[in-house]
């Protein structure tokens, strides 16, 4: 008797060979299988899901913290004494392991989404534990080196919030066509209410993410303040050497309001600007000076500063990569830098009518001039000739007795206090970092008429929502960068919001149920064939095109007559 076996079609499909190969190094058809995931295997899926979440989450953190990244070195630096671009490994990093991480995500999804059983191959495995593992160890670092960053996750989000919360919209929509593609295949009714249950948990999560998006620049146009005065921050040290002469001059020429620098005092009073407790970073100590380099810069006579050159460190360790865009006119400037005096800023800054704000930093106990700093810094502001009104006075020490000397300066808090406690001590202005202070601190200042400074602003995005939210003035190291943004980088009414998101609920919403009818409409046509004819009807229509048919197997056995 011969027992036929059903007519099998075989069609090369090198798209789901790739997908099953790559994942999980299933090439041939043999070694595929539509049988359920083992729970070991969905055990490495949500380890895979976890790692893309979390690197998700480090790449926007090192995304949004490019506007730091100077400062980041700059700790790298008093780590390490040496100094090097740190960001660049860490970037490179990042975005291979969130790349990798990713394209596995977007496979193990194209496996759901085929009905193929998940398999993840041993050496990916190895590749995901190392990912996680590496971005664990990044997170704990930077939380203890660099903690205060990762206020710039929240920060970020009221300008990015609203687009993302239409992104992860758009993206959980697309899911619906496999959530629903499971369902409808599904023969067990638990799972089905289980899944659909938890994808409608998320999809409506999402809906209501706008009830907590809070953003500044989503306000009537008719109520934005005037553009935030911009103050050089060392100048423009993304086009010259900081804290040098022509680096403000650079500051100046991109139409800044006010110049910020950080100040130390000589060993004969002379107060210069210095960021760095040493001189190795910014000047050629180490060439002038070999048995002193590890001094501290205030341990210096002016006599022997002046011998210094400030300019060339900036063209050999080009801090931001802008050297090449520099004209040989801009290069033999930079080339000829020394280190500058309080009194030539002062004496710039009068010129051109500039505000002054400036950090001073005390001796050491040793120092010859370690109880008279702030006399002698005085003393070098008004030997200077600017106006009092120009120079922001930001010591806390001696407070009173200088304003009894010099009235006319501007008193100024670098330390966070209510606005009763710096009107009270006669303080009208007060120079923060930008994550210190909330919207609503913000306006507070604003409402009791303390001008309110923060720095250090690089980014359009940081500077356009400070600006919505009614900030007086930055410090930014960037003014040549933050001179093009005449106006935020959007602005919405809260009605105009309010329709966006409203709709974008619905149309997703719509789209999720028509894809849910749509699949169960396709499973439930399937299910009025049968198989066999299915397969025969398919050889008929492709039979056009390009295909191994493996011919019917007769299986002989010997009936028993």
């Known amino acids: 008797m011969v027992k036929h076996q059903p007519l099998q079609v075989y069609e090369r499909q090198l798209c789901l060979s790739c997908i099953t190969g790559i994942y999980g190094c299933r090439w041939k058809r043999y070694q595929r299988s539509h049988d359920d995931t083992t729970k070991w295997e969905l055990l490495w899926s949500l380890i895979l899901l976890f790692t893309f979440c979390l690197l998700l989450v480090w790449f926007y953190f090192w995304w949004e913290a490019h506007n730091d990244y100077s400062e980041f070195n700059w700790y790298l630096y008093n780590r390490s004494g040496e100094w090097s671009d740190g960001t660049v490994p860490i970037l490179a990093t990042t975005a291979a392991g969130f790349t990798y991480i990713a394209f596995l995500m977007v496979l193990a999804l194209c496996h759901v989404a085929l009905g193929q059983q998940l398999n993840l191959h041993w050496l990916h495995k190895i590749g995901v534990i190392a990912a996680l593992l590496t971005t664990i160890v990044g997170v704990i670092s930077v939380s203890q080196t660099w903690g205060q960053e990762w206020d710039v996750i929240p920060i970020s989000l009221q300008a990015t919030g609203p687009f993302l919360h239409i992104g992860a919209l758009i993206a959980v929509t697309a899911l619906s066509w496999i959530v629903a593609g499971q369902v409808a295949h599904a023969e067990k009714t638990m799972f089905q209410v289980v899944v659909v249950l938890l994808y409608l948990s998320v999809l409506l999560g999402l809906y209501a993410v706008p009830f ?63 960021r760095d407790l040493t001189l190795r970073r910014t000047t050629d100590v180490e060439k002038v000076f070999p ?42 400037l930079i080339a000829n830098q020394s280190v500058c005096s309080l009194e030539q800023l002062l004496k710039l800054a009068s010129y051109h009518n500039s505000t002054v704000v400036f950090r001073l930093r005390r001796p050491p106990p040793e120092h010859p001039c370690y109880h008279s700093w ?14 009092p009104d120009l120079v922001m006075w930001t010591p806390d020490e001696h407070r009173a007795q200088v304003e009894e000397l010099a009235p006319g300066l501007i008193q100024t808090s670098v330390e966070k206090q209510t606005p009763e406690s710096l009107q009270y001590r006669s303080i009208s202005r007060l120079l923060l970092r930008y994550n210190q202070v909330s919207i609503q601190e913000i306006r507070d200042f604003s409402q009791t008429h303390i001008n309110l400074t923060l720095y250090t602003v690089n980014e359009p995005w940081l500077y356009s929502v400070l600006w919505c939210s009614g900030v007086s003035s930055v410090s930014s190291e960037a003014p040549h960068i933050l001179r093009k943004v005449p106006y935020p980088l959007w602005l919405m009414r809260p009605n105009e919001y309010c329709l966006m998101w409203v709709s974008a609920d619905l149309i997703s919403f719509a789209v999720v149920i028509g894809i849910f009818v749509l699949q169960k409409y396709r499973t439930s046509g399937m299910h009025s064939y049968n198989p066999e004819q299915i397969m025969l009807s398919a050889a008929v229509r492709r039979s056009s095109r390009d295909i191994n048919v493996m011919k019917e197997k007769l299986i002989f056995s010997g009936q028993p007559q």
């Not at 993304?238 to 950080?262: C, I, K, Y």
């Not at 022997?304 to 802008?322: E, H, I, R, V, Y």
Request: proline letters at 8%.
């Open 374 to 387: 702030i006399n002698d810094t005085l003393q070098a502001v008004q030997q200077s000739g600017v106006s």
């Open 291 to 332: 048995d002193r380099q590890m001094e501290d810069a205030s341990y210096f006579n002016w006599t022997d500063l002046q011998q210094l050159n400030a300019g060339l460190w900036f063209l050999q360790d080009d801090p931001f990569w802008t050297v090449h865009n520099l004209s040989p006119h801009e290069k033999d």
């Open 212 to 274: 907590y998006i809070s953003s500044p620049c989503i306000m009537d146009p008719n109520s934005l303040k005037p553009r935030p005065e911009v103050f050089g921050h060392q100048g423009a040290p993304m086009l010259a050497p900081e804290n040098t002469l022509w680096s403000f001059q650079r500051a100046l020429q991109m139409n800044v309001t006010g110049l910020e620098a950080d100040v130390a005092i000589s060993t004969d009073s002379v107060p210069f600007l210095m």
